[in-house]
């Protein structure tokens, strides 16, 4: 490893003498402010969380292992709600409006122009669990107060998955139509499987009447997830109820003392550099000069008294 040169080793000379000046400053000045931070956190109020589990209805499953491309323009069920759909809903504004509103913290045309609106969202949280269930966290400076915002966020997300009027009837004709197709497609595989019986031996009749089965499938899933989607989600879907917490969120005092510490650590060493090359610019008279300009810029009087 070759040796440093004379200003290098001039260069590390002058840090670790910086470092060294410095050094009840930056072993104490993070010390101090870690705990004081720390104090500041205890103090504060103690959060409660209430804690929801969902599970979302599963999809229509479709059986049709000889899919034939003449179904392509056959009955397609409606897309399932997916957790992650849900998850996104609860902490939108169309949710967080209504649970405003039903909480009475504020009206909900004044939401948007207000800080409510994000209170609110920083006390939910809804994420997708590797179970595929969803999950509500909702925390708030009381238990009671929890447990009322997880009610009023799922009540909230249920209205809505309850479709309009308009909405109901467009639904509406899309299940006539679906359940028609069901009794017509099942009443020509009954009438094919009469013929079948009668020619026995025969192969075509059979393999005839694979696509109608799973025409059947898709029609029959059609009218199921169809209704449901007219009906809307019920409570049903809760799998776990919000619960009332009694103890407290316990505060994770190591992670922000070692935070706090190593936060305030950095910030006095980069203003102890700084102020380091600032001094030693000073010798320089054309540095001193841009100096002196800098401050009277920055509308900084008594240039040389306050240096």
Known sequence: MAALGTDEQNSVLDVLLVLAQNIKLLLLGPLIAALAILGFVVE????????????????????????????????????PVTPSYVATMMESPVVLDAVADSLGRTKGAEMASSDGRTTLA????????????????????????????????IAAWLKTTVPSESERRDLQKRLTYAENGLKGVTALIEKFSVDSDRRVGSGDAGASLIPLVD???????DVL??????????????????TAPTNPVPVKKSLIFTVAALATFFALLLFIFVRQVWRSAKADPSSARKQEQLLKALGIKYYQRCT
Request: no cysteine; charged share 15%; glycine share 6%.
């Open 225 to 242: 997830s169809t209704g449901r989607a007219i009906q809307g989600l019920e409570r049903d879907v809760i799998k776990q109820a919000p």
């Open 215 to 221: 025409l059947q499938a898709r029609y029959l899933a």
């Open 122 to 153: 920083s006390q939910i949280k809804a994420t997708v669990g590797k179970d595929g269930l969803l999950h509500l966290d909702v925390l708030a400076s009381t238990p009671q107060e929890a447990q009322a915002v997880a009610n009023a966020v």
């Open 44 to 79: 504060l109020a103690p959060k409660y969380l209430s804690q929801a589990v969902l599970v979302l209805p599963s999809p229509i499953p479709l059986s049709m292992p000889n899919f034939s491309p003449a179904l392509a323009f056959g009955p397609m069920p409606l897309s």
